[in-house]
């Protein structure tokens, strides 16, 4: 079983900076693509960053210049740095993982960590 765990969510002002972790354990042979995702109240959940095995990052139009997303591999952690945050960005920040384990491929979720912004 393979379980993540995310922290580093908070309140913060306008302009400031957070940065959110992601840390999965368990029978991890190895992990393809991470991402994080947000979701605001009566909003669906939406696609902020991704970063590949090979580090290939993509961004969500919204988040571009302001957030960037990096992993260790050694450690089978993913980061989001956010900078420059604005009220819009008040969330429910999930991480996402494409874990092998074993031969397969499973998808796993993180238990989400509230990021407020107030202006």
């Known amino acids: 079983q393979v379980q993540l765990v995310e922290s580093g969510g908070g309140l913060v002002q306008a302009g400031g900076s957070l940065r959110l972790s992601c840390a999965a354990s368990g029978s991890i042979f190895s992990i393809n693509n991470m991402n994080w995702y947000r979701q605001a109240p009566g909003k669906q959940r939406e696609l902020v960053a991704v970063i590949t095995s090979g580090g290939i990052t993509n961004y969500a139009d919204s988040v571009k210049g302001r957030f960037t997303i990096s992993r260790d591999n050694a450690k089978n952690t993913v980061y989001l740095q956010m900078n420059s945050l604005i009220p819009e960005d008040t969330a429910v920040y999930f991480c996402?993982?494409?874990?092998?384990?074993?031969?397969?491929?499973?998808?796993?979720w993180g238990q989400g960590t509230q990021v407020t912004v107030s202006s």
């Open positions: 996402h993982m494409f874990v092998i384990v074993g031969l397969l491929e499973y998808s796993y």
